[in-house]
């Protein structure tokens, strides 16, 4: 079979590749994507993050490391913030600040400048990672050396973040008290003694619990 083709086709084959014109709703779907970039990239500044510390290509593109890690972070304290959790949004901030002082110290110590010793989303990626741990872990050297962190002064920024983290689990540990600033007192079964709770649960009948070793 032979296809041949008009001299109007001739003639646009021959000035090169054919552009179909982009669908409107494409168009409409970067625009909202281009949209939500801009706000993002307001609400960090407005956080008194340096965008300049920022990758060209994350700014541009509107994602990224950097730009995920500093999303995750004032997303995290926000969030403590909304749920009226100012106790921890206050560990939170006081947190940051001792990377800060540390990252200072480093600055000085070895005359670099502070972004040099830890750019600004390795900091809050730092600190949401120390926030996340259960309470009485500690944040280790190698942790920090995988999340990134090349500084000589990673033995104090350990140190540091430890401090934190017993501080905080100290004062965790005072909210659990009751109203007398007593503990709850654990629950202790006896093995093979059947528990008879005094009232039903008010979704079933009564409930028999048999404690076996």
């Not at 609400?43 to 730009?67: I, N």
């Not at 006081?94 to 600055?107: G, N, Q, T, Y």
């Amino acid at each position: 079979m032979v296809h041949d083709l008009t001299p109007k086709g001739k003639g646009v084959l021959s000035e090169g590749a054919i552009v179909l014109p982009v669908p409107t709703s494409i168009r409409e779907q970067e625009k909202i994507e281009e949209a939500k970039k801009k706000q993002a990239l307001a609400e960090l500044k407005d956080k008194g993050v340096d965008l300049g510390q920022v990758p060209q290509e994350e700014l541009e593109s509107g994602e990224g490391e950097a730009l995920t890690a500093l999303k995750r972070w004032y997303s995290y304290v926000d969030s403590m913030e909304a749920r009226g959790r100012t106790d921890v949004v206050n560990q939170l901030d006081d947190l940051k600040s001792r990377i800060e002082a540390w990252r200072l110290d480093m600055a000085e110590r070895y005359r670099m400048a502070p972004a040099s010793v830890m750019e600004e989303h390795l900091l809050v990626k730092i600190a949401y990672m120390t926030a996340s741990l259960r309470a009485g872990s500690h944040c280790s050297k190698e942790a920090l050396e995988g999340a990134g962190v090349r500084s000589n002064g990673i033995d104090e920024l350990t140190k540091v973040l430890g401090e934190w983290s017993d501080e905080n689990a100290k004062e965790s540990a005072g909210t659990a008290s009751n109203g007398s600033g007593a503990q709850d007192a654990p629950m202790n079964l006896t093995p093979g003694r059947v528990f008879q709770p005094t009232n039903s649960w008010r979704y079933a009948g009564k409930t028999r619990v048999l404690c076996a070793m």
